[in-house]
C-alpha cells in the first residue's frame, strides 16, 4: 500500500487555492476586464455558457494552473496569441474564483417535465394489470427446476401437462439445469419396473428472465418430450412424438426482466416397437436417452440456462406485451419518459388492442365466472374486474364519471364493454403518465415505480390510500418490503451495468489470435460472474458499496478459469478470491476492463474517463476533436501509456487529461480481456501515477490496489454512486427535491456503513414526495385559493 | 400465453410501425388483380367409407347417387366422384397413421415412437402437403396473393398432437395445428377488426382525459400533452379511413358453445360458415377442414344413436347396425358439406363475376377406402365447383392410380406444374387426365 493521502503533494493542494482565494486585487481587476472584453462573449457573463456558442458553464475541477495553462495556449479561440503570460494569469485566476470552483446548487430547483411511463415501467405495469399474481408469488431461496422421475411412459401422446402416477415415482428432487444423458442406461440409482426399460421425467419451476426481450429456446434430445412456457394450457414446444432424426427443437417466447415465467418439460424415453398379434414388440433393442435445455437470451447465444435463472417454485404465468416499444431517452445516462412520439403512441395503441386481447381471451378465468354460468353474476363480476383494472391503471382511485362509464359500457355491451374499459384505461393519460393526478394512493405509486418500475401491490396501495403512508419511517419500511422484489433486484442490475457501461447490448470482440478463446460465450460467463459478485454484495449480509470497490472475489466457472489462469474445478460458478494480484473489485473485473479496452491493446483513455466520471465524481467535458489514437506501428518501441501520454501531452488536453490519464494507467495491470500483466511491450508496466481527486487532494498511487484504497475512503466517490444510483431510480437528478438532496443522501450513506440497499430505501423515500417544484405550484395554487397554510409551508 | 398474441401478430398488429394495416383484409394485396379467382378446399372426414353407399354403380355423366352422396344432389353437375385412387404410400406407421399423415403429402412417414394398432411406430410426414405447396405457391405471387394464403381448421380435434390427428403439413416434420374453436378463428379472421371498433368507440374519453389533465399543468408540460393528444387524434383519423375502406359482413357468431360431442353439429357450422365468410372477404384461397381426427371416436347422439365412430367403423359388413350407422354417419357429413357448398353456391363473387362455387373446389376425402378393413385402395376423392376447372358431373373409376397423381392434378390446376408431388415413384404418368382439366 502506497496510497498517501497526506504530505507534501496534498499540501500543494491546499496551497493552491489559498492563494486563488487571495490573489491581489489588482490582478482581480484586471482579470474582470479581460474577461468581460474578450471571453464573455462566448462563456456568458457569469461562465454561465451561450446558447450555441459554448454550452457548458465554466466550471470544474481543474486545477488553477492548468487552466491557466490552457488559457495561454488556447484562448481566445482562434487567437491564443492573444492572452498569454500575466494576461492568462490573471484572467484563469478570476474565472476561478469567480465561477469555476462555485458549489453546483442552482438558485432554482431543476424543472422536472412530465414524463410518461417509460418502456420497462409499461411493460411491467401492463403485466401488474394482467396478471398481478405472479409478482405476488414467493421465489424461496433454492435455485434449479423441481424435477420428477417415473416409471414407464404414458400411453399415447396428449398435449397436455399430465398428472402422473405418485406410485410410479421414482426420484424426487431438486435439479441445477436440465442436462441429463444416460446413455442407453437406466437412469443410475433406479429400478425401472417398465417391461421396456422406459421412463419419464417431468421438470418443474419457473425461468427467471435477466432482461426483457424474445428468448429461443434449444431442446436437444433424441427422444419425445413437450415444454411449456409461460402458458399452461399450449406448449411452446410438442414433440411428444418422435419423429425421423430430428433431434434438436426451438421455438421463441417473450420474456419480461426479473419476473419468473412458469416452465414445465415432460420428457419420455419410448423405445420403438411395432405390434405382432396385437402386441408390441421391440424394434430397437437400445435407444440413447438425454435432454438437454437451453435459451438465447436477447442478446446472447445459446446456452444452458444457468442455475440462478431457475425457480424451484411454478409462478403463476406473467402476461408479457410483444410490442416493440421505440427505445427511452437516454441521453442524460437514465432512462427518461420525456420524449413522446408518434411511433410512441403506436406502440401504446398496439399493446393496448393486445392487452384487451388478452382480457377477451381469458374473461372468465380473470372475472371467475363462465360464459355459461349465472348472467347477473357474470355481469356484477365483469364490472367488478373492469373497474379495478381501470382503477389500478390510474394509481388506485376513479372518480365517478368514470366508474359510471364502466358499469355503463358493460351493462351495454357485456363481455365488449370489459375490453373497452381496457382499452379505454390504457390509451388514457391518466394511465401512460403517472403521478399526474394527485391520488390519495400517489406515494404507494412512487414508490413502486421507483424501485422495480411498476405498479404497488394491494398492501401498499391501501397502506396509503389510508393515508399511513407519509411518514418518512412507513414509508421506508414500505420501501424496504418492496426491496426483496425481483424487479427491484432486477432494475438494480440494470443500473450496474449502466454504471459499469457493461450493457447487455454492448458486445465485446477481442483478437482471436492474441486472446484465443476468447469469444461471446466467454464474454457471457463474465456477464454471469459479474452479476453474481453484484448480487452478492447487493443483496447479501452486508450490502456495502465499498465491497463492490475493493473486493477480490471473482465468480469463475471453468471456462473462465482457463482463460484466467485459475484451478478447474468442473463445477459451476464459484467464488474465488484473486489476493495475489492487484484488485479493485467490480472496477478490475474482467467484463469491465474489457469493455474499457481495444480489441488488441488496453484502452487508459476509455478506462480513464468511464473512473473519472461514473466513479470518481470529475467533470469532463466532451473532447472537442475526434482523436484517432496513434498507430502503434509508428512507435513500436512505446508501451501504451508511453502513446497515450505522447498523444495527450498536449497543454489542451491536458485540462481533461490531466485527471482522465492517471485514471486509466493505474489498470495497466489489465488487459484488453482483463487479464493481470506484468509487462506491456516487453516493459514492465508502470501502474505509478500522480492524481488529484475531485475535492482537491494530490496523490501518489501504484495501480488498483491503491486506486481502490483511495476510491473507499472518498465521499466524492460515494456522492458520484449515489447521484447516478438516484437518477437511474426515480429518472430525474437529486437536486429535484432540494439542492442539499444529494449532500444528505450522501451522508446518510456514509452513516450507514455505505449500506447500497439504504441508500435505495432513501432514495425511494425521497422520490415518493413530492418535487420542490411541485411543492412550490402546490403552494402557489393555494395562496391563489387564499389557503393561509398552505401559503406559510411555502419554501 | 402467446397463442392469442401470435394471432394479433399475423393481424399485423402488434408492430409498432404498422397501425394502418391493422385488419385490412385484402388491402395491400393486389388480390383482386388478374384473372378468375381460384380456391380448393379440402373436407376430410375420419374412419373410412361405406363403399357399396358411397359409389355410384356406373360411371361417366349418367349416375345415380348412393345414399351418402345424395345430400349432395343439387351439385350432381358440379360434383366429380373419383373412384380407383389408391394411397399405397407405404413404410412406418399403422394403417390410420399412413392413412391421414399420407393423405395430402403423399410421402411416407418417418419413423418414430407412436406405436398404433398395428404395423411400426411412426413419426410425422417426410413431407409437405399440397394445400399448403399450392398455398406457397399463390403467397409466392402478388396477384395471387392473400392475407393468410391457408386456413388450417378443424372440428373437435383432440388436444394431441399425433400423427393421428395432424392433416396437414408445412413441410418434413413440421405437423400444421388445425383450429377447431371457432372463437379463436374468428379472432384470426376478425379480432383486429373488432379490436379497431372498441378502440374508436373510448376515444372521445381519452380525449376528454387529455383536456381535462391538460389545465392543471405548467404551460410546458401542457405542450407535451397537447403533443401526444395530436397523436391520437391521428390515430383516429386514420381509423375512420379503415372503417370506410373495409366493408365485409363480418359473421355473427352464437356465443358460449363450447367444444363437446353434443355441441359438435352447431361447431361444425360454425366452422362452415366462417371459413365460407373468409373466402368471400378473399383472406385465403386454400383451406382444410378436418371433422376431429384419423381415429376420430365421436359420439354423434345428434343422429340418434351414441357409438363410437371408428369402434363403429371397425364392426364387420355383416353388421347391418353397424353399416346403417355408418352410412347415416357420412351422409351427415355429406349433409354439412353440401350446405358449404350452397353456401357458396349461393355468394356471388365480391367482383360480380358468378359466385363463389363457380371458383372453388370443394373436395371431400377419407383416410381409408373402408373402416373394418383399412384398406387404402379406392380413398373417397369427390369433388364439388368450378374451381380447379375439371370436368364435372361424371362418377369416375380409375382403376387404382396412386393418389400422388391426384394431388399433382390439384397443384397443375392452380397453375403450379409441379413434375413430382410427394413420393417420386408414385407419381409416374403425371397428373390424372380423366379429370378433364382445362
Redesign the interface.
Known amino acids: 500500500m502506497s496510497t498517501r493521502l497526506s504530505g507534501p503533494c496534498a499540501l500543494t493542494a491546499v496551497t493552491l487555492t489559498f492563494a486563488a482565494g487571495t490573489a491581489l486585487a489588482a490582478g482581480d481587476e484586471r482579470g474582470r476586464q479581460i474577461y468581460a472584453e474578450e471571453c464573455a462573449y462566448c462563456h456568458g457573463d457569469k461562465g454561465e455558457g451561450v446558447e450555441d456558442v459554448y454550452n457548458f458553464p465554466l466550471e470544474g475541477d481543474t486545477t488553477l494552473a492548468t487552466l491557466t495553462a490552457y488559457i495561454d495556449s488556447s484562448m481566445p479561440d482562434g487567437d491564443p496569441e492573444y492572452c498569454v503570460g500575466e494576461d492568462a494569469a490573471s484572467v484563469a485566476k478570476f474565472i476561478f474564483k469567480e465561477f469555476y470552483t462555485r458549489p453546483t446548487a442552482p438558485e432554482t430547483p431543476p424543472?422536472v417535465?412530465?414524463a410518461?411511463l417509460t418502456v420497462s415501467q409499461y411493460r411491467q405495469s401492463l403485466a401488474d394489470l394482467l396478471t398481478p399474481e405472479n409478482a405476488a408469488v414467493d421465489w424461496g431461496d433454492t435455485r434449479g427446476l423441481r424435477v420428477g422421475y417415473f416409471d414407464g411412459v404414458p400411453r399415447?401422446?396428449?398435449?397436455?401437462q399430465l398428472t402422473l402416477d405418485k406410485k410410479k415415482l421414482l426420484v424426487e428432487r431438486t435439479d441445477a439445469r436440465v442436462d441429463v444423458d444416460f446413455g442407453t442406461e437406466t437412469p443410475a440409482g433406479m429400478q425401472i419396473a417398465d417391461e421396456f426399460g422406459e421412463f419419464t421425467i417431468v421438470w418443474e419451476g419457473s425461468l427467471v428472465a435477466p432482461e426483457t426481450g424474445t428468448y429461443d429456446l434449444r431442446v436437444e434430445t433424441p427422444?419425445?418430450f413437450q415444454l411449456w412456457v409461460?402458458?399452461a394450457?399450449?406448449?411452446?414446444i410438442?414433440a411428444?412424438?418422435?419423429?425421423?432424426?430430428?433431434t434438436e427443437y426451438t421455438a421463441s417466447?417473450?420474456m419480461l426482466e426479473g419476473r419468473a415465467h412458469p416452465v414445465r418439460l415432460q420428457f419420455?424415453k419410448?423405445?420403438?416397437?411395432?405390434?405382432v398379434n396385437g402386441k408390441?414388440v421391440l424394434?430397437e433393442k437400445t435407444r440413447p436417452a438425454s435432454i438437454r435445455l437451453s435459451w438465447r437470451p436477447p442478446h446472447g447465444e445459446y446456452r444452458p440456462v444457468a442455475t440462478h435463472r431457475l425457480l424451484p417454485v411454478s409462478a403463476p404465468?406473467?402476461?408479457?406485451a410483444?410490442?416493440?416499444?421505440?427505445p427511452d431517452d437516454r441521453s442524460l445516462g437514465y432512462p427518461r419518459g420525456?420524449f413522446?412520439?408518434?411511433?410512441?403512441?403506436?406502440?401504446t395503441?398496439?399493446?393496448?388492442?393486445?392487452a384487451?386481447?388478452?382480457v377477451?381471451?381469458h374473461l372468465d378465468d380473470l372475472i371467475g365466472v363462465a360464459?355459461?354460468g349465472p348472467a347477473e353474476k357474470r355481469v356484477r363480476e365483469m364490472t367488478a374486474f373492469a373497474t379495478d383494472f381501470v382503477r389500478r391503471a390510474f394509481g388506485g382511485t376513479v372518480d365517478d364519471a368514470t366508474a359510471a362509464?364502466v358499469t355503463d359500457r358493460v351493462a351495454t355491451d357485456g363481455p365488449?364493454g370489459v375490453?373497452?374499459?381496457v382499452?379505454?384505461a390504457l390509451?388514457?393519460?391518466?394511465f401512460?403518465?403517472p403521478g399526474?393526478?394527485r391520488t390519495p394512493e400517489l406515494s404507494a405509486n412512487r414508490l413502486a415505480a421507483v424501485l422495480g418500475d411498476s405498479l404497488p401491490d394491494g398492501r401498499a396501495t391501501k397502506a396509503a390510500a389510508d393515508g399511513r403512508l407519509r411518514k418518512p419511517e412507513v414509508i421506508a419500511s414500505e420501501a424496504r418490503r418492496m426491496l426483496d422484489d425481483p424487479r427491484t433486484r432486477a432494475k438494480l442490475h440494470r443500473f450496474f451495468a449502466s454504471w459499469l457501461e457493461v450493457e447487455r447490448d454492448v458486445a465485446l470482440s477481442k483478437n482471436e489470435d492474441l486472446f484465443p478463446g476468447f469469444d461471446a460465450a466467454v464474454g457471457h460467463d463474465l456477464r454471469t460472474s459479474l452479476e453474481l459478485f453484484l448480487d452478492d454484495v447487493a443483496w447479501g449480509p452486508r450490502p456495502d458499496f465499498r465491497r463492490l470497490i475493493d473486493g477480490s472475489t471473482f465468480y469463475v466457472n471453468d471456462r473462465l478459469a482457463e482463460i484466467y489462469g485459475l484451478d478447474q474445478t468442473g463445477d459451476g460458478f464459484r467464488p474465488v478470491r484473486v489476493d495475489d494480484t492487484p484488485s479493485a473489485g467490480v472496477i478490475t473485473h474482467p467484463l469491465v476492463m474489457a469493455r474499457h479496452a481495444h480489441e488488441r491493446e488496453t484502452s487508459p483513455i476509455h478506462r480513464g474517463v468511464f473512473l473519472a466520471r461514473r466513479v470518481m465524481g470529475h467533470t469532463l467535458r466532451p473532447p472537442q476533436v475526434d482523436f484517432e489514437l496513434i498507430d502503434p506501428e509508428l512507435h513500436p518501441d512505446m508501451t501504451m501509456r508511453e502513446r497515450v501520454e505522447l498523444q495527450t501531452g498536449e497543454v489542451n488536453c491536458m485540462v481533461c487529461h490531466e485527471k482522465i490519464n492517471p485514471l486509466g494507467f493505474v489498470l495497466e495491470h489489465f488487459d484488453a480481456v482483463g487479464r493481470f500483466r506484468k509487462a506491456d511491450n516487453g516493459r514492465p508496466v508502470d501502474a505509478s501515477v500522480d492524481y488529484r481527486t475531485p475535492d482537491g487532494v494530490a496523490v501518489r498511487l501504484d495501480g488498483a490496489d491503491d486506486w481502490a484504497a483511495l476510491a473507499v475512503e472518498s465521499v466524492s466517490v460515494r456522492r458520484t454512486f449515489a447521484r447516478q444510483l438516484f437518477e437511474y431510480f426515480a429518472a430525474r437528478p437529486p437536486a429535484a427535491y432540494g439542492a442539499a438532496t444529494l449532500d444528505r443522501l450522501t451522508e446518510r450513506f456514509t452513516a450507514n456503513d455505505c449500506d447500497i440497499r439504504e441508500l435505495l430505501v432513501e432514495i425511494a423515500v425521497t422520490a415518493a414526495g413530492d418535487t420542490e417544484a411541485e411543492r412550490i405550484?402546490m403552494a402557489a395554487a393555494a395562496s391563489d385559493d387564499g389557503d393561509p397554510i398552505a401559503v406559510a409551508a411555502r419554501p | 400465453?402467446?397463442?392469442?398474441?401470435d394471432?394479433?401478430?399475423q393481424a399485423g398488429?402488434?408492430?409498432?410501425?404498422t397501425?394502418f394495416l391493422?385488419n385490412l383484409p385484402s388491402l395491400g394485396f393486389a388480390a383482386n388483380a388478374a384473372g378468375p379467382k381460384q380456391r380448393l378446399v379440402v373436407f376430410f372426414t375420419p374412419n373410412g367409407t361405406v363403399p357399396k353407399a358411397f359409389w355410384p354403380e356406373s360411371t361417366g355423366d349418367d349416375f345415380t347417387l348412393p345414399p351418402i352422396l345424395e345430400p349432395l344432389a343439387a351439385f350432381q353437375d358440379r360434383m366429380l366422384v373419383v373412384r380407383g385412387v389408391n394411397n399405397d404410400i407405404g413404410g412406418e406407421g399403422?394403417g390410420h397413421q399412413r392413412g391421414i399423415g399420407c393423405l395430402l403429402t403423399g410421402d411416407e412417414?418417418?419413423?418414430?415412437?407412436?406405436?398404433?394398432?398395428?404395423?411400426?411406430?411412426?413419426?410425422?410426414s417426410?413431407g409437405i402437403s399440397i394445400d399448403q405447396e399450392i398455398a406457397n405457391f399463390l403467397q409466392a405471387d402478388a396477384a395471387t396473393r392473400t392475407r393468410f394464403g391457408s386456413l388450417v381448421l378443424g372440428v373437435l380435434v383432440p388436444?394431441?398432437?399425433?400423427?393421428w390427428t395432424r392433416l396437414s403439413y408445412a413441410g418434413?416434420?413440421k405437423p400444421l395445428t388445425p383450429i377447431d374453436d371457432p372463437y379463436r378463428l374468428f379472432?384470426k379472421l376478425y379480432?383486429?377488426r373488432?379490436?379497431?371498433q372498441?378502440?374508436a368507440?373510448?376515444?372521445d374519453?381519452?380525449h376528454a382525459?387529455?383536456a381535462a389533465?391538460g389545465t392543471?399543468?405548467?404551460a410546458?408540460?401542457r405542450r407535451?400533452?397537447d403533443?401526444?393528444?395530436e397523436?391520437?387524434r391521428?390515430?383516429e383519423r386514420s381509423l375512420d379511413v379503415q372503417q370506410s375502406e373495409v366493408d365485409h359482413v363480418v359473421p355473427e357468431l352464437e356465443?358460449?358453445v363450447?367444444e363437446s360431442f353434443a355441441n359438435t353439429p352447431k361447431l361444425f357450422r360454425m366452422q362452415n360458415d366462417l371459413l365460407a365468410g373468409a373466402l368471400a372477404a378473399d383472406f385465403a384461397r386454400v383451406a382444410t377442414v378436418q371433422f376431429s381426427n384419423s381415429v376420430g371416436n365421436v359420439k354423434m347422439q345428434w343422429l340418434g344413436f351414441g357409438d363410437s365412430h371408428h369402434t363403429l367403423s371397425h364392426k364387420p359388413d355383416r353388421d347391418d347396425d353397424a353399416q346403417k350407422k355408418l352410412i347415416t354417419i357420412n351422409r351427415y357429413f355429406a349433409e354439412e358439406i353440401a350446405r358449404f357448398v350452397d353456401r357458396l353456391a349461393s355468394t356471388p363473387e365480391p367482383s360480380g363475376d358468378g359466385t363463389l362455387l363457380d371458383n372453388t373446389t370443394v373436395l371431400w376425402t377419407n383416410e381409408l377406402g373402408k373402416g373394418n378393413t383399412h384398406t387404402h385402395k379406392d380413398v373417397p376423392f369427390v369433388l364439388v365447383g368450378g374451381g380447379l376447372g375439371f370436368k364435372t358431373g361424371r362418377s369416375l373409376d380409375l382403376g387404382g392410380v396412386p393418389h400422388n397423381r391426384l394431388l399433382m392434378s390439384l397443384a397443375h390446376a392452380f397453375g403450379h406444374r409441379v413434375e413430382t408431388f410427394g413420393k417420386a415413384s408414385f407419381c409416374k404418368g403425371g397428373t390424372v387426365g380423366e379429370l378433364g382439366a382445362a
Open positions: 424543472a417535465p412530465l410518461r399415447g401422446s396428449v398435449s397436455r427422444n419425445s409461460n402458458d394450457a399450449e406448449p411452446l410438442d411428444g412424438v418422435r419423429s425421423g432424426d430430428q417466447v417473450e419420455f419410448r423405445l420403438r416397437k411395432k405390434k408390441p424394434i404465468p406473467v402476461y408479457v410483444s410490442t416493440s416499444f421505440p420525456t413522446v412520439s408518434e411511433a410512441w403512441d403506436e406502440a395503441t398496439s399493446a393496448a388492442i393486445a384487451a386481447g388478452f377477451e381471451e360464459a355459461d362509464f365488449d375490453t373497452m374499459a382499452l379505454y390509451k388514457s393519460p391518466r401512460l403518465y399526474i393526478e405550484a | 400465453m402467446q397463442t392469442r398474441r394471432f394479433v401478430r398488429l402488434s408492430t409498432a410501425v397501425p391493422w399403422d412417414l418417418f419413423a418414430g415412437d407412436l406405436l398404433g394398432g398395428g404395423g411400426t411406430a411412426a413419426g410425422w417426410r388436444e394431441k398432437a399425433n400423427t418434413p416434420n379472432d379480432g383486429a373488432e379490436g379497431r372498441k378502440l368507440s373510448i376515444l374519453r381519452v382525459d387529455f389533465l392543471k399543468l405548467s410546458e408540460d407535451t400533452l403533443e401526444h393528444a397523436f391520437v391521428g390515430m356465443q358460449g363450447r
